[in-house]
Every structure is written in C-alpha cells, then in structure tokens.
C-alpha cells in the first residue's frame, strides 16, 4: 500500500485566523487552528484523524479541500499540488476529492428528492445524459442499501442512518479518489454507527477509495484506520499504524486519549493518566511543547524547545522529546 505515491500529500498545513481587534485591525490576534500539520494517504488506505474538540483536526478536512483557503503549506491529489490552483481549475479537481459531513440531516437540501440530491453533482459537471444519470443514481441507491423507490422521498423521511448513507451515495456519484469524512458517524447511534462504518469499508474495497476519516471516537477509528494520527492544539503529536498506536502508544496524550476510552469487560482494569489542567488557548499557546502544561513527565527542555515529529523506521512518528523515534 504504502510503496505507491500517495494519493493525498498534505504538507506543512497551516490556517490561521484573525480574531479581535479594533478599528482597522489594531489589536487583532492570530487563532492557530492548524498550525504545521504534514501527512499523506495512499490508495485505499484510511488515516484516521483525532483529538480532543477544538484540536483542529476538522479544520485540516476544511483546509484540505480548500472550503477554507489554507494560510500557507501545500496540499498535492494524485501527485498535482492543488493548493495555488484558481477556482476554474480546482473546480476541475473537485470531482476527485469529495466530503461526507457530520450531520447527515442540515448536510441535505430539504427542498431536494432523495434522487435529486444524488444526481446534483453529475448534473453540475455535466457528466453523462439525464438518462445515464438516473441510472448511475438507482445503482448509487442499491449500493449504499436504499431502494429505489426512496429517490422520491424527501430528506426528513428518513432516519438518520439512511440519510448518512444517503450523503455516501452523493460523495460517490463523481467517482472520486479521496473521502474526507468529517466525524461521519459522530451523530448516529452507535448501533447504526456500525452499520455505516462497515458500509464505508466494503465501498473502499469496490472503488479503492482513500479515507481522511476526522473523529473522536477511537474505537470507531481503530476500527475503520490502517493509520492514525493524534492532533493536539493544531499539530499531530504521534502518527503510527493502527496496531502500533493501539498497542504501543509513545505520546503522553495519546496514552492519555486510550486510557480514557472505557473497556467492554466489567472486571478488566486500565491504568488511569490522569491529565491536569486545561487545554491552553490557540490564539496563546504555550511555549515549547504546546502538551507541557499537562504532560506528567514534563521537563525543562519541554517548557522550552518545540519537539519536531520523528518519524522512525516503522513509520511510527512522536513529538516528544522524552519518547522521541529512533529513525
């Protein structure tokens, strides 16, 4: 998987906002949302992404597809750096890279059939005639698991599950390469949860699809992930496979996320890291490593020197100065 050219390259992203201020911009300060964040996805591989609310891992989805303009950094599809490309040209790009958004109800335009919504995208870059459009969506329909006859029914008729999967059937009508889902199960029962997750697995089987799957839940993404990636305050603080970061955490946060995740057998215990403190604020964080202020094992280098994301040879990269990879 991984001996291929990624399909999706994504390096050194950066967005910042201005926030405050007065008249004419005095005063005003920088939110780093997404302050340096690199990695790239291969084909058909999933690269979960996740940390803690506020982390920025969905503004890096965003940034991504440039539904926010990145403040700097390079994002390359299929080889071709897309983050300087003009509108006309992106719009172009758009068919390959494509979004499955966290609320599967406000996501869908209330006014549109079911079989409306589907074909949007195909008639928007006039792909094939109205005929081969219907068609393309009643296979669509099949294949997500909705029958045919639903294409005339309108989005508040049907559960929540069905309208996800209904958000599944547009993201494919365009035949893309890469699927950025935005926390895509987050708002279903967990029952349900499954069911999509799995439905997401079997269409990256077919279609050979590539996945920045944005979450925080890590049992749904050490289900769904060969990769995983933990952010914390704008940056990926251990990146590794699922089985190396599941089992073998290096990060103090990411000890911290796994020990918090509760165990499905009632007699079994999990050593507990207990984080102190808040998350620091992006618009002000802290020098050195942005986790100092509640990592436990936290020296006086940590408060002071920013550690950089090694990378050993495994692929299994930390920013810690105490845990770092050996390359």
């Given at each position: 998987?991984?001996a291929?050219?990624?399909?999706l390259q994504?390096?050194d992203l950066?967005?910042?906002y ?12 920088q939110?780093r ?5 690199s990695?790239?996805i291969g084909?058909?591989e ?8 506020g982390?920025?891992?969905?503004t890096?989805?965003?940034a ?9 950094g ?7 750096e897309?983050?300087?490309?003009g ?11 494509q979004?499955i ?8 335009n ?7 919504i589907v074909?949007e995208p195909?008639i928007?870059?006039?792909?094939g ?13 099949a294949?997500v698991?909705?029958?045919p006859d639903?294409r005339?029914n309108y ?7 069905q309208?996800q ?22 708002a ?6 499954a069911?999509v997750?799995?439905?997401?697995m ?7 699809l590539s996945?920045l799957?944005?979450?925080h ?5 050490e289900h769904?992930?060969h990769?995983?990636?933990?952010m ?28 918090a ?5 009632p ?14 604020s992006?618009?002000?964080p ?5 986790f ?12 002071q020197?920013e ?10 990269g930390v920013?810690?100065h105490?845990?770092?990879?050996t390359?």
């Amino acid at each position: 998987m991984n001996a291929e050219p990624p399909v999706l390259q994504v390096r050194d992203l950066v967005k910042h906002y201005s926030v405050g201020g007065g008249f004419f911009g005095r005063g005003r300060k920088q939110l780093r949302a997404v302050d340096g964040v690199s990695f790239s996805i291969g084909q058909g591989e999933t690269l979960g992404l996740v940390g803690e609310s506020g982390c920025g891992k969905s503004t890096v989805g965003k940034a991504v597809l440039r539904l926010v303009e990145p403040t700097s950094g390079h994002v390359s599809l299929e080889g071709e750096e897309i983050t300087g490309l003009g509108s006309a040209a992106l719009l172009e790009r758009r068919k390959r890279m494509q979004v499955i958004f966290q609320d599967p109800y406000s996501s869908l335009n209330p006014r549109m059939t079911a079989g409306e919504i589907v074909q949007e995208p195909l008639i928007n870059f006039g792909i094939g005639s109205r005929a081969e459009q219907r068609d393309r969506v009643a296979m669509l329909f099949a294949r997500v698991g909705l029958r045919p006859d639903q294409r005339a029914n309108y989005p508040h008729e049907f559960s929540g599950g069905q309208r996800q999967r209904l958000g599944i059937a547009r993201a494919l009508a365009l035949g893309p390469s890469v699927i950025i889902g935005d926390e895509p199960v987050s708002a279903l029962d967990v029952s349900v949860q499954a069911q999509v997750i799995n439905l997401m697995m079997d269409l990256q089987q077919e279609f050979g699809l590539s996945y920045l799957f944005v979450a925080h839940d890590l049992g749904v993404v050490e289900h769904i992930s060969h990769r995983v990636a933990v952010m914390y305050l704008g940056k990926i603080v251990e990146i590794a496979a699922r089985a190396a970061l599941f089992e073998t955490p290096r990060h103090p946060y990411t000890e911290a996320l796994l020990a918090a995740v509760p165990v499905s057998h009632p007699r079994a215990r999990r050593a507990r890291t207990v984080l102190t403190g808040d998350v620091p604020s992006p618009i002000n964080p802290p020098p050195g490593c942005r986790f100092h202020t509640r990592c436990p094992i936290a020296v006086a280098r940590c408060r002071q020197e920013e550690p950089a994301l090694v990378l050993d040879a495994s692929g299994h990269g930390v920013a810690c100065h105490l845990r770092a990879a050996t390359a």
